[in-house]
């Protein structure tokens, strides 16, 4: 496909998001020439800068190397109050001035949660995107409302104004590389076509670990914690993609629906429910010395599908554990043969790995070399990025050019998130119902040890 002359019009972009993401991702889908030369960038923000103090600006906060000088032809600052319904005016005469009938426009609304509404209002308001121009886009960022009820506020407010071709909202994990490669492995191999399912998979596990603490985020995080942070959105959408059934069709609705009828069958067992918050928590800047965050959470779930009744999934994530690790874990049953070998033998087990390294490995067992009778776990390894042409692509670079492209696979559609807030918000409330205690750990393993009591599981 051709690449598109397009606008990309930034709100809020003087934060870390467009810096440190958007920018970078959109000079590399240049310099591929995967964004056509003409695009331009609407760097809109409330600061008093002129187009060179504001890359000035962009270049002094990035702290990796950065070429801002190819985007100098295409970035243009636009300071906007976003209070001001005339200031919108003004920014919709100036991409009028730039754009013809073919143009594709996205705005991008690369700022926190507080200010979703009013900028939407008054995008709609002020006609920049109507809803019968489909070339005109609204990309929204996670998290998209904080439980339910707000979530469901703010869809009603973008349906009044757009259609919902036009919403596109992120979690940029489905744009990591191997977040896309989860259908690929399951759908595209024979080999796991008939394995797929209760009679052969004993568990899957699904972490997101992280060393980091909260760094500079206390402001967001208080008000979120991990599960709504992490679990609401990429965690449920690794396994709404390792559970779902088998798409009619590989297209952005097909994919959804089936996705979505996986979290309509999910439930989770209360009992194995663990929260926990770091030690220091409370004594970070901008935390309250009494927050009850949590910074951590396990439990087990179920998805109550033919396909999966039964089969445990593990869901994990947590800050200031012992290792930065996303990855998937797909445990299979033991062989019908173990009983004939005078051995034990080792689960056969497929690793999807997210991060810090993209990869799949499959363990299997092997005879260990030489005249002993002896059975070894070997390990099929395949690093992505150790093979990759060039650097990975980041999650951002993809989102964008699909954007670009009306393709909206890799965006979350409503019910997706209307089902996982109904999912979390039942979590929080048997927090407080039943009086789930918030462990505070120093380290990984006293959750780790605990955890192992209540299930069994080791992680
Ligand atoms: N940073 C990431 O890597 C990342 C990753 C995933 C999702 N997100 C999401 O992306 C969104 C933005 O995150 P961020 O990290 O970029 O936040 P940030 O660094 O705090 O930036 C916020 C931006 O909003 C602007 N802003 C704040 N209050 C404003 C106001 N009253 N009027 C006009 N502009 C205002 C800021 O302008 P000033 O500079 O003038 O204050 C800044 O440009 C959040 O929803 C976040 O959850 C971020």
């Known amino acids: 496909m051709n690449p598109t002359n397009t606008i990309i019009t930034i709100f809020g972009s003087t934060g870390d998001l467009t810096i440190r993401k958007l920018l970078p991702a959109i000079e590399k889908l240049l310099q591929e020439k995967l964004l056509d030369d003409r695009t ?9 800068y002129t187009t060179e103090s504001y890359l000035s600006f962009v270049e002094k906060e990035l702290k990796v190397p950065f070429n801002t000088k190819a985007l100098i032809p295409h970035v243009t600052y636009f300071k906007l109050d976003v209070d001001n319904q005339k200031d919108y005016l003004s920014l919709k005469q100036y991409i009028a001035s730039i754009s013809n009938s073919d143009t594709r426009k996205i705005f991008y609304l690369a700022v926190g949660p507080e200010l979703l509404k009013g900028i939407a209002t008054n995008i709609g ?3 920049l995107v109507e809803k019968e121009d489909l070339n005109a886009t609204i990309t929204f960022e996670k998290p998209f409302g904080s439980d339910l009820a707000s979530a469901k506020a703010i869809n009603a407010l973008l349906w009044q104004y757009f259609d919902e071709k036009q919403i596109y909202r992120i979690d940029h994990y489905l744009g990591k590389e191997m977040i896309q490669n989860i259908l690929t492995v399951r759908f595209a191999n024979k080999i796991f076509e008939s394995v797929w399912n209760n009679n052969t998979i004993k568990h899957v596990k699904i972490y997101a670990k992280e060393t980091d ?16 942070d992490m679990v609401q959105s990429h965690l449920l959408q690794m396994l709404s993609l390792v559970a779902m059934e088998v798409p009619r069709s590989y297209n952005s609705e097909d994919l959804k629906n089936e996705k979505v009828e996986v ?16 030690d220091g928590y409370q004594n970070e800047p901008n935390i309250a010395k009494d927050s009850k965050t949590e910074t951590f959470v396990f439990f087990k779930a179920f998805v109550d599908t033919p396909r999966f009744k039964g089969v445990p999934f593990y869901l994990l994530t947590g800050k200031a554990l012992e290792q930065k690790e996303s990855v998937i874990i797909i445990e299979f049953e033991e062989t019908s043969e173990q009983h004939k070998w005078d051995l034990p033998l080792f689960t056969n087990k497929l690793y999807i790995k997210i991060a810090p390294q993209d990869g799949i490995s499959l363990t ?15 390990d099929l390894d395949y690093c992505v990025a150790c093979n990759a042409v060039g650097n990975l692509p980041e999650a951002y670079e993809k989102l964008i050019l699909d954007m670009t492209k009306h393709s909206k696979s890799l965006f979350t559609r409503w019910d997706e998130i209307e089902l996982s807030w109904q999912f979390i918000d039942q979590v929080k409330q048997d927090i407080v119902n039943k009086q789930i205690p918030l462990r505070i750990y120093k380290n990984h393993q006293e959750l780790y040890d605990l955890i192992y009591e209540m299930t069994g599981e080791s992680i």
């Open 213 to 228: 603490t909260i760094l500079s985020r206390a402001g967001y995080y208080d008000t979120s914690g991990a599960l709504k």
């Open 364 to 378: 299997l067992n092997s005879k260990v070399p030489g005249l002993r009778n002896a059975v070894e776990e070997v």
């Open 40 to 48: 331009k960038v609407i760097a809109v923000g409330r600061r008093d």
């Open 125 to 127: 308001e002020s006609k």
């Open 263 to 278: 979290l309509r069958k999910l439930r989770y067992d209360r009992k194995s429910l663990v929260i926990g918050q770091y």
